[in-house]
């Protein structure tokens, strides 16, 4: 994942933490988990073994 996907997909998640708040929706919660997994394996595809 590119360093402008991750910053993309954070502010992804941040959007929608903050629309889960406004609408009090906790069927919101799947998605921000979703998009936080694809930032965690994101990240790690990125890491170079040793």
Known sequence: MSDA???RF???REY???V???VDD???DQEIE???ELLE???ADQEVPR
């Open 5 to 7: 996907d991750v910053q």
């Open 10 to 12: 954070k502010r992804l």
């Open 16 to 18: 929608l933490q903050a």
């Open 20 to 22: 889960r708040t406004v």
């Open 26 to 28: 906790p069927d919101l």
């Open 34 to 36: 979703l998009v936080s």
């Open 41 to 43: 394996h994101g990240r």
